[in-house]
């Protein structure tokens, strides 16, 4: 039987005739772009998220681009991030003229190792951006003390849900980017994010830039874009919300399932399993464990048409378009190795225990073998 990594219909069809009707109602409006649906999902989000503002934006990248630029990053700036994350996170510094400095980090969270963070703020460092990879918040006490005065922009794309010691991701630093890509913790139809923050004059600003910096009709005090999520994708949005927290639930089940089952298997220390961390509030947005011979064992996993998948196989201080900050291989050996040993393994929601049972069965059966 095969076990997809994600299979979004499981999520859609109980859903189908309620989708069908927020996409009716904005069809029957025809307004598409912000407006009533957008500013009621924006309250629904900040409700459900624990923050004071929500602002919808076109997606996860510009969610931290347009946070970037309202902080006034660009050329000269330093701004400090993790080496292993998505491509995302360092693309927007690099396309603001700024410069992204990249720290290695923890072997445990996969999170941004706040002692180097610490080494790496300077004068010219305008902003930090801590990313919540595989769902669980980074150690944000830490990341917090060691940015200082340096504003901290949290990636919150894999983490919807998490908190840190209670405090919900995108509440702690000065502001949180959030993604809608489908399949994130909440996904819409198509691409979509969203900026939080608790200060009230960075919420006014955000919600100028995603209309080209525009404060009054056709006046531009800053430079701004087409950052506007659709009226569609909020619709969309508004039908899932009041699910996730259930979904993360399932989640972490899936997760505990997992522990279980490999926990009965004997793989002699072959396959290591994440850590939710006490006080990080895993949402497992990716289940990812450390395996050796990792690549034969995700070719092993796809000719049974089991879902795995590596994120990610190369840090960004090792991309080629990064080649001009100097760095080489060894630069940030934690990084570095994990790309060489992570592997995700199914953990949608609406995944069964049956398959899980399968995924572990063919792991065992390929360290047997
Ligand atoms: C998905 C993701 C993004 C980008 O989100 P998009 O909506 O795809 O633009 C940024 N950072 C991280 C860590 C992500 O996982």
């Given at each position: ?10 999520q859609y ?13 904005v ?12 500013e ?8 459900a ?14 969610a ?19 080496t292993f ?9 690099a ?5 992204p ?8 969270d ?14 010219r ?11 669980q918040?980074?150690d ?5 003390e060691?940015?200082g ?9 894999q ?20 993604s809608?890509f489908?399949?994130k913790n909440l ?20 919600r ?6 525009q404060?009054g ?5 800053a ?45 002699e ?12 509030g ?9 395996a ?45 190795q994990?790309?060489?040993?992570v592997?995700?393994?199914p953990?949608f929601p ?20």
């Open positions: 039987m095969p076990v997809p990594l994600l299979d979004l219909t499981r069809e109980p859903l189908r005739e309620e989708f069908r009707q927020a996409i009716d109602r069809c029957e409006s025809q307004r598409f772009i912000l407006g009533t649906e957008v009621i999902f924006e309250r629904e989000a900040a409700q998220l624990g923050v004071e503002h929500a602002v919808g934006v076109t997606s996860g990248t510009d931290l681009l347009e946070a970037l630029m309202a902080l006034g990053v660009g050329a000269g700036d330093e701004v400090v991030m993790p994350t998505f491509f995302a996170t360092a693309g927007v510094v396309r603001l003229g700024a410069r400095v990249f720290v290695d980090i923890d072997p445990i996969y999170c941004m190792d706040p002692k180097q963070l610490a080494e790496r703020i300077g004068a460092t305008r902003a930090v951006i801590p990313v919540h990879l595989f769902g918040a980074a944000m006490d830490a990341i917090m060691a940015a005065e340096v504003p901290v922009v949290e990636d919150c794309a983490a919807w849900g998490a908190d840190c010691g209670g405090r919900p991701v995108g509440s702690i630093g000065v502001m949180g980017a959030f809608f489908p399949s996904g819409c139809f198509g691409d979509g994010g969203l900026i939080t923050t608790a200060d009230e004059d960075l919420d006014g600003s955000l100028e830039l995603r209309v080209h910096g404060s009709p056709y006046e531009h005090p430079v701004g874009g087409n950052f506007r999520l659709d009226a569609l994708q909020a619709a969309v949005l508004r039908v899932k919300l009041p699910h996730v927290k259930s979904w993360i639930n399932d989640r972490r089940a899936n997760a505990d399932h997992y522990r279980r089952l490999f926990g009965h298997a004997d793989l220390g072959a396959v290591q399993l994440p850590k939710a961390l006490p006080g990080r895993h949402t497992f947005n990716q289940y990812v464990v450390r050796a011979r990792r690549d034969e064992l995700r070719e092993f996993l796809l000719e049974r048409s089991i879902g795995a998948a590596v994120y990610y196989p190369l840090p960004l201080h090792l991309q080629s378009c990064f080649a001009d900050l100097g760095h080489s291989e060894g630069d940030f050996p934690v990084a570095e994990a790309s060489r040993e592997l995700a393994l953990v609406e995944l069964d225990a049956s398959e899980q049972e399968e995924v572990v069965a063919a792991i065992v059966e390929f360290f047997a073998g």
